[in-house]
């Protein structure tokens, strides 16, 4: 495992990208002090649940659709519609005012 400072990702991003492709773990660093992790994108941590984690935090962040979220977490969508219920991340998402109009259009 290597340790990268936040000053090391402008000139040696392609070693980081490199290690992380022969699945080697970084840490990076600032000021000392560990910031984050680089991790392998591999089957391994598809199989330990990171793609349904991944999936939740692009959703909330409203990244990727349900639909999709559901693909990458390898779930029904039925199933990761409950995931989200349980973890209180709203399945539908109004714009601003939309919520009003369609209750407005409704009475």
């Given at each position: 495992?290597?340790?990268?400072?936040?000053?090391?990702?402008?000139?040696r991003t392609?070693?980081?990208?490199?290690d992380a492709?022969?699945?080697?773990?970084?840490?990076?660093?600032?000021?000392?002090?560990?910031?984050?992790?680089?991790?392998?994108?591999?089957?391994?941590?598809?199989?330990?649940?990171?793609?349904?984690?991944?999936?939740?935090?692009?959703?909330d962040e409203?990244?990727?659709?349900?639909?999709?979220?559901?693909?990458?977490?390898?779930?029904?969508?039925?199933?990761?519609?409950?995931?989200?219920?349980?973890?209180?991340?709203?399945?539908?998402?109004?714009?601003?005012?939309?919520?009003?109009?369609?209750?407005?259009?409704?009475?």
């Amino acid at each position: 495992m290597q340790t990268f400072t936040i000053r090391d990702l402008r000139d040696r991003t392609g070693d980081l990208v490199r290690d992380a492709e022969a699945g080697k773990l970084s840490v990076v660093t600032k000021h000392g002090h560990p910031v984050f992790v680089a991790v392998p994108f591999d089957e391994l941590l598809l199989k330990n649940g990171i793609n349904v984690a991944l999936a939740v935090k692009l959703f909330d962040e409203d990244r990727i659709t349900l639909a999709q979220g559901a693909k990458l977490a390898a779930m029904s969508l039925s199933e990761f519609i409950d995931l989200l219920g349980s973890m209180q991340i709203a399945v539908a998402r109004y714009a601003p005012g939309e919520l009003d109009r369609e209750v407005d259009a409704f009475e």
